[in-house]
């Protein structure tokens, strides 16, 4: 991912904006911040964090959901809980 983030920064202006969306996870009761993980490397690639905004996700086909002992993805009903129930917006900015 840092590699992508380079190259965003390399191609966008300078004032420009980059978006990205990911959304926080738990993989066998360990959870995975991602949207933490990926502010640190746009700041790290250069970018500024003009702002964060997160979302709950409501009601929708995705994200589907994982069985909590596997960290797989599960059939409806055999769930233990949403593998993405919010995400976050991340707005870079280079200045």
Same mark, same amino acid.
């Given at each position: 991912m840092?590699?992508?983030? *380079?190259? $965003?920064?390399r191609?966008?202006?300078?004032?420009g904006r980059c978006c990205y969306v990911i959304g926080n996870t738990i993989l066998k009761k360990v959870e995975i911040l991602n949207a933490e993980v990926f502010?640190?490397?746009?700041q790290y690639a250069g970018l $500024?964090? *003009?702002?964060?905004i997160k979302r709950e996700i409501?009601?929708?086909?995705l994200p589907q959901k994982r069985d909590a002992e596997t960290g797989r993805f599960a059939k409806n009903g055999e769930e233990d809980f949403h593998a993405y129930p $919010?995400?976050?917006i991340v707005i870079g900015e280079k200045i």
């Amino acid at each position: 991912m840092q590699e992508c983030f *380079d190259e $965003t920064y390399r191609i966008v202006r300078h004032g420009g904006r980059c978006c990205y969306v990911i959304g926080n996870t738990i993989l066998k009761k360990v959870e995975i911040l991602n949207a933490e993980v990926f502010t640190e490397s746009m700041q790290y690639a250069g970018l $500024t964090i *003009d702002r964060i905004i997160k979302r709950e996700i409501p009601l929708k086909i995705l994200p589907q959901k994982r069985d909590a002992e596997t960290g797989r993805f599960a059939k409806n009903g055999e769930e233990d809980f949403h593998a993405y129930p $919010t995400e976050y917006i991340v707005i870079g900015e280079k200045i």
